[in-house]
């Protein structure tokens, strides 16, 4: 999104887009508050999706790998013009919400490789080798927005509220591995009754 509002509308100064907590403040060491801060404030479980088989059938070696189904999740994203200028702040917002109207689908071949490099975890293991990501609008119901401003320290911005869907996330480690059925012996007959 950073780069998107710099290459679309050519800004000397564009506004930053951060990832932040917004219960923190905007303004720790001394940095601007001229931003778009994005937030997450929820966490849900796909529930449709929880049973899924913990078992995978490999057909070139015949074996049954077990190992648990990842956990599907679903993110709700605040999105918050942080900006001093209320008609800025309607701005930006307006841009941001322009920006997911125009691609709200996100995979690892959609997206700059340099963005996906540079903001990379240093762990192999917390790297995601593929994703999908899918941005939907979110409409808080009015009681819904105060439990959230509420939470967030009280004072509302300018924002808007995106349900990303669906992040998996799985250890890949195999917890057992054993050889699946290869025959079926058919050998079946009726004995003969006894003669008495």
């Known amino acids: ?6 290459d679309t509308y050519l800004l000397g100064d564009p506004t930053k887009v951060e990832l932040g ?3 923190e403040g905007f303004t720790a060491n001394g ?3 001229e931003k778009l801060v994005l937030s997450m404030v929820n ?4 529930k449709t999706l929880k049973n899924v088989p913990n078992y995978l059938r ?3 070696t015949h074996s049954i790998i077990y190992e648990n189904p990842p956990v599907f999740l679903n993110f709700q994203i605040l999105i918050t013009a942080t900006h001093s200028n209320y008609t ?3 701005l930006v917002l307006s841009r941001a919400i ?3 109207q125009f691609k709200n689908v996100f995979t690892q071949d959609n997206v700059d490789s340099l963005s996906i490099s540079k903001h990379r975890p240093d762990n192999p ?3 995601l080798d593929a994703f999908k990501l899918i941005f939907d609008l979110y409409s808080p119901t009015m009681e819904e927005v105060n439990h959230l401003w509420g939470t967030l320290g009280g004072k509302q911005y300018p924002f808007v509220l995106y349900m990303l869907r669906m992040l998996d996330l799985k250890f890949n480690a195999i917890q057992n591995e054993s050889s699946g059925i290869t025959d079926i012996v058919r050998d079946i007959y009726h004995k003969k009754p006894l003669v008495g």
């Open 1 to 6: 999104m950073d780069k998107h509002f710099a």
């Open 43 to 46: 966490i849900r479980e796909e």
């Open 125 to 127: 293991l917390d790297q």
């Open 98 to 100: 322009r920006f997911f």
């Open 88 to 90: 800025n702040a309607l």
């Open 58 to 60: 490999n057909n070139i």
């Open 31 to 33: 940095d601007s508050r």
């Open 21 to 23: 907590n917004l219960a």
